[in-house]
């Protein structure tokens, strides 16, 4: 099974991907992520993201599909994905096809999880996250126990650079301009699956779990 997780930066898709992924045993590839580790690691991935991360812009869709096709391909992909942040342009969801296809696979079902401006500029300008497992928090909606660590790991928290007010402004443009394009796309072949991503987490995880048929 694949399933992919489209909405804009800030929608809530890492958090219900993530729970996702782990109610229906899947593997979830979050390419924001693999590209975060990447810069992390220093690897030469990370070096050519980087400066397209920085400036909120897209990383050119090859090195994009290269990394994340290898993740669908690895043993622990194999038997499907959820995936959190790609494709997020056309190109990239023809290149996932192409590559689905090959190995006799398609992807199952897109769920859009659909938040106002305001509230994404909202959660945005407040939002910490686990360098370890991811969790996001928010100040002042939803902050940890014991501030600057995670409830679930103990991990440090901290605030994404490309979360600055200028990069965020970016990001919203660049989602409008090449990712809201892919709602009408995967809604044209009857895949989509649009979630009011306003409200808790739980109550977020609950429509879109009644949206997929329940849990398998
Ligand atoms: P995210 O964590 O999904 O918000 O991604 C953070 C940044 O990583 C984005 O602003 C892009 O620079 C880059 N990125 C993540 N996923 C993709 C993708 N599918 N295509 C191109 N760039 C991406």
């Known amino acids: 099974m694949y399933i992919i997780f489209l909405g804009a930066p800030g929608a809530g898709k890492g958090t219900q991907a993530a729970n996702m992924a782990r109610k229906l045993n899947l593997v979830h590839i979050a390419s924001g992520d693999l590209f975060r580790q990447a810069l992390e690691q220093g690897t030469e991935l990370g070096i050519k993201a980087k400066s397209y991360m920085e400036r909120g812009v897209l990383v050119p869709s090859q090195i994009t599909i290269d990394m994340v096709l290898e993740h669908i391909s690895a043993p622990d992909g ?21 590559a689905l296809a090959q190995q006799g696979k398609a992807i199952d079902k897109v769920v859009y999880i659909k938040v106002s401006k305001e509230e994404l500029l909202k959660r945005l300008s407040g939002r910490w996250i ?8 928010h100040a ?3 902050p940890p126990r014991v501030w600057g660590k995670c ?4 991990g440090e928290l901290y605030q994404r650079p490309d979360d600055t007010e200028e990069s965020v402004r970016k990001r919203l443009e660049v989602y ?16 989509l699956v649009e979630i ?21």
């Open 78 to 98: 194999e038997g499907g994905a959820v995936l959190d942040g790609f494709p997020r342009n056309l190109e990239q969801a023809e290149a996932l096809e192409k």
């Open 130 to 137: 686990c360098r370890q497992c991811q969790t996001p928090y």
């Open 176 to 191: 409008s301009a090449e990712t809201a394009p892919l709602i009408d796309y995967y809604g044209r072949v009857g895949k």
């Open 196 to 216: 009011d991503g306003e409200g808790s987490e739980a109550e977020v995880d609950r429509r879109i779990t009644a949206a997929l048929g329940g849990e398998r």
């Open 151 to 154: 409830d679930k790991c103990g």
């Open 140 to 142: 002042p909606d939803s």
